[in-house]
């Protein structure tokens, strides 16, 4: 133990989910993910490129952060690299998540319409 932080197997899960989730928490690295969970194959960084519109040295580091994070792996074939999602899972984690901000979006909408049904509320004295 160096300085209160665990290393290795003797780390929480908890802080390793919150670790997972932190490589997952910018909307790129979301995007990133969504292109490859589309595709059936390994992806050019190319292919990333002209779908996500990020800029070549961002995606580099965004693909950095999932790859140390285990959430994608990569391969260089010649002068290219490919990517893939490293886990089927975390295809269904954003499915889930889509799931889960439709649902709560719907339940907003719906508080909403209820609010808006409501009497007039008047200024009177």
């Known amino acids: 133990m160096v ?8 780390r929480p899960l908890y ?3 919150a670790n997972l989730f932190k490589a997952l928490a910018h909307p790129a690295r979301i995007r990133v993910l969504e292109i490859l969970s589309v595709n059936d ?3 050019p960084v190319s ?7 990020i800029e070549p040295t961002l995606l580099s580091q965004h693909l950095a952060v999932l790859k140390r994070h285990h959430v994608v792996s990569g391969h260089r074939v010649g002068n290219a690299v490919y990517y893939t999602i490293a886990h089927p899972k ?3 984690l954003l499915l889930i998540a889509r799931t889960f ?6 339940a907003q909408r719906d ?3 209820v609010m808006s049904s409501l009497p007039p509320i ?4």
């Open 3 to 10: 300085g209160n932080v665990l290393d290795g197997p003797e």
């Open 15 to 17: 802080e390793v989910k």
């Open 41 to 43: 194959e390994p992806t």
């Open 47 to 53: 292919e990333i490129l002209a779908a996500s519109e």
């Open 90 to 92: 975390v295809a269904e």
């Open 101 to 106: 901000l439709a649902d709560t979006l719907t």
């Open 111 to 113: 508080q909403l319409d």
């Open 122 to 125: 008047g200024m009177g004295r």
